[in-house]
């Protein structure tokens, strides 16, 4: 992420209500031949204004980069369920941004996204050999993410279960520091949590914790196939939280919720999202990726005491995924294709994704500015030395294109709060979550064709 604010909205996203995601349900299936990317017809002649959608903290930066490529950019507030109504006016934005992980199969298998490979073909800027394989899950087949063309790109991303501490809390509490190359293990991570919680007249006061920074659903996608198993059925067609690997996960965030040591779904952090918590030292720990580090270098009391450790495991299958590989994609309906395009190779391959590199707000989505990530005071050579060693695990998850996340986390936002407080079991909590989530896939299934 480029900025702080940037990052609330990436939050912001994800947190998107299941009624806005729902609505995308009224979208048209088996549309119309995957465009050629070529731009022809899709033009204003050559127009110099285009349209982006985003979060509103992005807007001054990317109207800022439009007019430094002499575009003007008319902003749209990122919206689910504007944006749903837009694509299926086909009157879209000319530039959307999204998550490449959870968004391209459900937008590309509905025939809504621009093939980009003619134009990454033709780009002096954006060489597909300098991508880092993130931008992989911004490619779809029809089947499944990593293969086939590509429609978005990532401009930036991190490994999403990797988590940063205080060294001042974990010392006051006489704990050991996690090591820098070895995983924890999410029992021996939640004992931690446990451990640095402070509470006062029954309330926390600091939390130990938080082990969903970018959403409920996406944890216990990572945690199960860390367990050996998934989530998701082969076809993708529908989820099984009643696996022995799944209800292991579940049964993990229901300790961990029920302990009421960092923020959950039935006690969300007032906050909203963890820097201003983890900032006034009242969390001890923060499972946000390698781009939380982009706020914690900006105050050098908080980066003296942080520091950055491996994604814990709940198995032997030891994966750290991305969840986000946050980017922009241009509709297939988009009217000035030409004028998107400028402004994304300028911007993933220019000086505006230079400026992001050095920032530490994400890892680049080009090898060739890896090298610009900082590493000039203690606190950045060691998260890039993390960071860098856990590459080696980086995992992605393939997500079903027939449900967009925002839905199911709804299902999950609808169920686990009374679960938690009510002590239902891990297996009638599954047995919810599966006839709610799957009833929501089948209807998306029979609108793709």
Known sequence: ????????????????????????TALPGCAASVDDGSGDGGTKGGSKTITV???????KVLQAAGKGMGLKVNFVAL??????????????PDLVRGLGATDTAYFAARGLMTDLDPY??????????????????WRFDGKKQGAGPRYGMAKDYSQDQMFWYRTDMLEAAKLDMPSETEPLSYDEWLDMGK???????????????NASGLGTFTQLMGMTVSAGGNLFAEDLASVDFSSPEAQKALKWYLEYARADIGPNVANPNPDGWDWPTYQAGRMAMAEDGYWFGGAIGADPKVS????FAPAPQLGSNRVSPCFGA?????P???????????????YFGGKPAEERAAGGWGIPSLKSLRPKMPQSTAFQKQAFKVQEQELEHFSVLTFTPYAQLAALDGVINKVLPKAIKGKTSAGKVADELNQLMNDQIAKGKELVG
């Open 79 to 92: 919206d689910p369920t504007k944006l749903n109504a837009m694509l299926a006016a086909k009157n879209p």
């Open 1 to 24: 992420m480029s900025t702080p604010a940037g990052s609330l909205g990436r939050r912001q996203f994800l947190a998107a209500s299941a009624g806005a995601a729902l609505a995308a």
């Open 195 to 209: 451990q640095l919680t402070k509470r006062r007249l029954g309330k926390v006061k600091v939390y130990g914790m």
């Open 304 to 307: 003296e005491v942080s520091r």
């Open 326 to 330: 946050t980017g922009f994609w241009i």
């Open 120 to 137: 990454f073909a033709k780009s002096s800027l954006l060489k597909v050999s300098d991508l880092d394989p993130v931008n992989d899950v």
């Open 332 to 346: 297939k309906a988009a009217k000035n294709k030409d004028g998107a395009w400028k402004f994304f190779e300028e």
């Open 53 to 59: 959608m985003s979060t509103e903290d992005d807007k």
